[in-house]
């Protein structure tokens, strides 16, 4: 193969592009989730109670939000929606405003999930020491459901990570922008992605390592 | 806006076509390799399932993004003559076969061993215990995660246009370059993905229901 690998250019710009990537990207993952968890759990504990109009409502976003690909809810947010508002939002914010919404709709259906799987118990328990409607929901349901739900809102929490590539066609300078930014500049396409790649694995499954033991330590133990 | 969608749809179709075909190579690919995959992952011996899983979890844990990058910048640089079609396609492809690698292997893995055994009792080869006894079973719990794959796939070939590739996607851009209206084609094109994929969904979730029925 006729071709030399030179990884000094790559480390030249290490960590301006590479390394600072991560960190944004790590942080457009962790506000999107964390919006997202707001949109989700809002709607799920909503949902529990109310009428067929509401139910109607979320299933319609949940299932537009599933069926779309994430690369074109992230074009109809940033060129789409305020071409026709006729405002305009940097593209970090709304590369992040996507990622909740996207997130979101994934987490209704989690949260729905762990919020039947209470046991039955628990709840009739807090009834009869005399807790409130709403107490119930903030002291009972929501603590026991965030246990039972960690490991999937792990998962989609390292799915979304990885997602956070997709700002890349916004420009939004994250790992994979960092990535392309170094190979326009200097055409070492080969020697970018063997040092991104390992940064993704590696930045991956320390996230998953993290949160198994976030779950064993939270797991809900019976005697 | 309607009249901007209705003008824009026939530039869309070829893009949709490609969309199509690039979804459907990849889908039979995935499935081919990702079957042969996954009964290497839940019966071959380690040097066999031990590769595989690497790969397998190698390929997860990469964003799509950055392996249809790789394997497209890189896969010319091998001297290997390559269109860029199928060069992003075998990105796709491998980023999908290793999906339903692991979807074949829980499907394997949870039939009880016990089936296994039995085929061995009365002699059948393993390739008749796979045809005639494990694979009929474990289809009906593939068959619903599965399709999620495909879904998986047409969202997936969505950022094929990154690289060039004109489907849907792309040729959605392609009309917003020229006519300047970005909101009405974006949703076009957001609700055609959505009659794709939402047709495939149900279906995944009738047979789940309809599989509901096997207890083990």
Redesign the interface.
Known sequence: MPYHLNFNLVWKYFFDKLAWGLVMSLELAVVGIAIGIVIGLGLAVLSHGSGRAFRTLVAAYVEFIRNVPLLLLVYLVFYGIPSIGGFKYDATTSFVMTLAVYAGAYLVEVFRAGLDAIPKGLIDAGRAIGLGQVELVLHVRIPTMFRIVLPSLGNAFISLFKDTSLATVLAVPELTYGANWIYTNTFRIVEVYAVVAPMYLVTGYLLLFGLRLLERRFAIRRR | MIDVMLKGLPFLLQGLLVTLEASGIVVVAALVVGVVLGIGLSYGPRWIAWPIRLLSD?VR??????LI??IF??LP???WQISNFASALAALAVFETAHVSEVARGAIQSIHPGQNEAGKAIGLTFSQRMLYVILPQALRRFLPPWINTV?DT???S??L??VGIVDL?LS??QV?GRTF???PM??L??LI??A???TL?QISRRLEARFAYVRE
């Open positions: 190698f844990g990469l964003p799509l993004l950055v990058f790789s910048y890189m640089l091998t001297g879904v047409v969202k997936g969505s950022l246009a990154l996607m959605i851009q917003i209206k970005p909101m974006y949703v094109g957001a993905y959505f794709i994929n939402y969904s």
